[in-house]
């Protein structure tokens, strides 16, 4: 029987999550959504040369995102996460809330995470073209880098969304009226609240039972946008890639906890048997 270790998980977890989240990005392009043009206009680039470009970025984002489910080339991951931190902090640059490029952080979060567990960017410009891939068990001081980044998107996503929350992004009071709350305001506190207090107890302790119902509610909440709801589903595959990952990654520490629960318990019972070997 097939059998793959944990950081196999995690490669494959975040290798399908970025390809993912980078053609959900691309079809927004493809079908020239509207409020791409704020971002274009940072760059000064008007509504009608806007919609033109759109498909083009569009259809390279999807490529990128098949690459890396094919052939997943270093310097294209490498790319994706450079290019996931350019259109995050467009949203603020563009006159939306600060929040917004928080709330994203899974969207090159995972791709710097991918790199991190396969090796990292190397100096050598060949290594640039070769695949990401897993040669060798990840040492100590990389599984630590993975863990770390993992903790700083999960913290920083689940805080960004919280803030818009209890700011009063329309769009999720919307939701919130749609599903029928009364006080929407209220309820955006209530959740941003919990989401930001949630992002903090996964910064400082994780837990692998939080992030299952933290990975359950990323999800679920996704479903319910009133417009372009499978695009903005698959879009968000970067966050619930890096919930996903470090869900897997904490099962190895599990284990290492259990085995040194096992040793200590061991030599317990050996001190405390000694002094009666003697007599048997």
């Known amino acids: 029987m097939f059998k793959i270790n944990t950081q196999q998980k995690v490669y494959y977890t ?3 999550a970025s390809a993912l989240c980078f053609i959900g990005h691309g079809l927004f392009g493809v079908i020239t959504k509207p409020i791409w043009c704020n971002y274009f206009a940072v760059f000064g680039i008007g509504h009608q040369l806007a919609y033109q470009l759109m498909p083009l970025v569009g259809y390279v984002d999807i490529l990128c995102g098949i690459v890396i489910l094919v052939y997943p080339i270093r310097a294209v991951v490498g790319w994706l996460v450079v290019w996931g931190f350019i259109t995050a902090l467009l949203r603020p640059l563009s006159g939306e809330p600060f929040f917004e490029f928080l709330e994203r952080f899974g969207n090159f979060g995972a791709p710097l995470a991918l790199l991190i567990v396969s090796g990292g960017i190397r100096q050598n410009a060949k290594d640039l ?8 068990s990840a040492n100590g001081k ?3 880098s993975l863990m770390t980044v993992l903790r700083f998107a999960i913290f920083f996503l689940f805080l960004g969304h919280g803030l818009l929350n209890m700011t009063g992004k329309k769009a999720l009071l919307n939701q919130y009226m749609t599903l029928g709350f009364s006080d929407p305001i209220e309820m955006g506190w209530i959740i941003g609240v919990f989401e930001i207090l949630a992002g903090l107890l996964v910064f400082i302790r994780p837990v692998r039972q939080l992030l299952l119902v933290l990975l359950i509610w990323k999800v ?5 946008y009133p417009k372009y709801e499978l695009f903005e589903l698959v879009e968000r595959s970067g966050s619930y890639g890096v919930i996903l990952a470090l869900w897997f ?3 190895s520490a599990s284990l290492r906890q259990i085995k040194s629960f096992l040793v200590r318990f061991q030599y317990y019972v050996n001190s405390i048997s000694q002094p ?3 007599y048997t």
């Open 14 to 16: 975040l290798r399908i």
């Open 129 to 136: 073209f070769s695949p990401v891939i897993i040669k060798n």
């Open 142 to 144: 990389t599984w630590a």
């Open 220 to 224: 679920t909440s996704e479903l319910f």
């Open 249 to 251: 990654a904490l099962e």
């Open 276 to 278: 009666f070997k003697k």
